[in-house]
């Protein structure tokens, strides 16, 4: 049985999703969740009572119960933090598109709704906002907007005559903004602080070589005009290069894994010196081959939750995988390099964020990738409890959203009831029973 708005007692069924404010919440009644094991953000704990109060946790195996908690069993559930992911990008794709023209609020609006039927709370959209997008942010913060927490980069920062690509990714012309020396750089950073952002977003890196890179001095003037602003600076990289080069000058967050070789010790060092967080986005490269390898996901019930239509018959087109089939390769060994460095910099104590790039193109299919990024970490080395360590505490954290991502006294009830023990099998974070914001549900069972 997985919880229904009427089970919770909540007269709120035929209310969008829109009116559930955080000041309605207030006026709810306390609820006590019972029988859950609970993973806290670092550990399975239980099974023990949860008293939650005006849409926060308030006590984890209350003393006493206010009179008129609307109490639910979970006996044989396991409780979760709602994930967040630091890595994603929303409103940029449609069907089997990407670009300009998909950037609406009604496009968002689904993601959104998406990311949290799927467990993920919070987004932080990683670049290529279109201006709607600051709209839409200033709504989030206020919870006047639904589904998912929406925080990101504005358009981000990237190269003139290079990345991000304005033909392949679609983009406006001045969708990104491009300076060309450091007082370009430097105005660049305040359109973006002016708009309302959380962080800047770069592109560091040169398209394979077929364009030019950012240099150093660059993005030391994009650092600095950021820091200066309190806002700190991500970088998109592939290679090593790349990211020993926007570390030395003082970027904040690498914000895909290094792919090309394996970290060295004297890169390690320094990341952890200066402090420097990493997203390694495994999944960004194991969506261009995996649904070609494997065409009967598209009879997955989760998968299908996540896939719409027009993707769904490109991956059933033979020609289509076999196309995808032979550029395989170097993504295979992309994955590769990606999961030995993650463990490599996770055992060595950098700390790491979670992301996927979904959304980022129609291949990266939002929800879908989160799970598998969560079973990628582990077949890199991590054991279930760190990858979802990552996932929840770990991410809301780079993202400065302390009040959520643990089950803790006092955090924001954003909780995700599965029907399996994710720390058994990290598969079993699909098996999503109910997703809880501000203690009410918002989305039940997927598949
Ligand atoms: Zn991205």
């Given at each position: 049985?997985?919880?229904?708005r009427r089970?919770l007692?909540?007269a709120?069924?035929g209310?969008?999703?829109?009116s ?7 006026a ?9 094991w ?9 099974p023990a009572?949860?008293?939650i109060?005006d ?10 119960i206010?009179?008129?908690?609307q ?7 396991y409780?979760?933090?709602a ?16 670009g300009r023209?998909?950037h609406t609020?009604e496009?968002?609006?689904a993601?959104?709704r998406?990311?949290q ?7 932080n959209?990683?670049?290529l906002?279109?201006p709607l ?5 200033a ?6 907007l ?9 358009p981000?920062i990237?190269?003139p ?29 305040a359109?973006?602080a002016?708009r ?14 077929s ?24 970088a ?7 990211a ?10 690498i914000?895909h ?5 394996e ?21 960004i ?13 598209t009879?997955d019930p ?5 896939i ?13 995988r ?7 390769a170097?993504?295979r ?11 490599k ?22 929800g879908?990738a ?5 079973e990628?970490?582990v077949?890199?080395?991590l054991?279930?409890?760190q ?5 929840t505490i ?23 009831v ?10 079993n ?12 549900e918002?989305?039940g069972?997927?598949a």
């Open positions: 049985m997985h919880l229904t089970s007692g909540l709120l069924a209310l969008p999703l829109a559930l404010r955080p000041a309605q919440a207030q709810s009644p306390p609820i006590l969740l019972e029988g859950a609970l993973f806290d953000g670092q550990a399975m704990t239980g009572a949860l008293l109060v849409g926060r946790i308030h006590a984890i195996a209350p003393a006493s206010p009179d008129g908690a109490r639910l069993d979970l006996a044989g559930r409780v979760i933090p994930m967040t992911s630091a890595h994603s990008h929303v409103g940029h794709t449609s069907g089997a598109s990407l023209e998909n609020r496009n968002a609006v993601q959104l998406r990311y039927a799927f467990g993920i709370n919070a987004v959209s990683l670049g906002n279109a997008f600051h709209e839409l942010r709504e989030s913060r206020t919870g006047r639904p589904g998912a927490l929406l925080l990101g980069a504005g981000g990237g190269m005559d290079g990345a991000p690509p304005v033909r392949v990714m679609n983009l406006a012309d001045d969708q990104v903004l491009r300076p060309r020396n450091a007082s370009d750089a430097e105005a660049a950073v359109t973006h002016d309302g952002v959380d962080l800047i977003k770069i592109w560091a890196d040169g398209l394979n070589n364009a030019p890179q950012m240099t150093g001095e660059l993005i030391s003037a994009i650092v600095r005009a950021a820091h200066a602003r309190n806002l700190r600076v991500a998109h990289i592939f290679d090593l290069s790349q020993r080069l926007s570390v030395e000058s003082g970027v904040d967050i914000a894994g290094i792919r090309d070789r970290v060295d010790d004297a890169f390690v060092a320094m990341m952890r010196q200066r402090g420097t967080w990493y997203i390694p986005t495994i999944q490269d194991e969506a261009e081959y995996i649904y070609a390898d494997q065409p009967e996901l009879e989760f998968f299908r939750a996540a719409n239509p027009e993707m769904t018959a490109r991956i059933k087109d033979a020609t289509w076999a196309g995808q089939l032979e550029r395989a170097p993504r060994a992309a994955v590769r390099t990606n999961q030995a460095n993650l463990k910099l996770h055992d060595a104590g950098i700390p790491i964020a979670f992301g996927t790039d979904s959304g980022g193109t129609p291949l990266r299919v939002q879908f989160e799970h598998r990024e969560l990628l970490m077949e890199a080395g054991t279930p409890a990858a979802l360590n990552i996932a770990r991410s809301s954290e780079l993202l400065g959203l302390n009040d959520r991502g643990a089950i803790r006294e006092g955090m924001r009830a954003d909780l995700v599965l029907g399996g023990n994710p720390l058994e099998n990290i598969r974070t699909r098996s999503i029973r109910s997703v809880m914001q501000n203690g009410q918002v989305a069972p997927i």
